[in-house]
């Protein structure tokens, strides 16, 4: 069993025990998130359901295990014969949500 979601923007595959990372900063760790954007669902005796735009009455339920952040992504700016550099640096935010449940 899976499913396919929305979040952050983003379209992510879950399944049931496995860990995602999504974009942004959560509220605490051990607290319990809903995500309603089911793009996609697949079930164990293999049916599918395919969502315009959403699958109704879909949910992925996840527990919240903590925060990441990402590499460090170098920005470097230069205008040749003009002596101008800029560098800069930047490090995104992650959360990580272990999957629990599939409904739909």
Do not use: C, H
């Amino acid at each position: 069993m899976y499913a396919i979601i929305q979040a952050g923007g983003r379209q992510v595959k879950v399944a049931p025990g496995a860990t995602v990372e999504l974009d942004g900063k959560a509220a605490e760790t051990g607290k319990e998130v809903t995500f309603d954007q089911v793009l996609f669902l697949s079930s164990d005796g293999g049916e599918l359901k395919a969502g315009s735009p959403f699958v109704s009455g879909a949910k992925v339920i996840g527990v919240i295990d903590g925060e990441a952040r990402g590499p460090k992504v170098r920005v470097f700016k230069k205008k040749r014969r003009k002596g101008f550099r800029k560098s800069a640096g930047f490090r995104a935010f992650y959360t990580r949500v272990r999957i629990t449940e599939i409904q739909g």
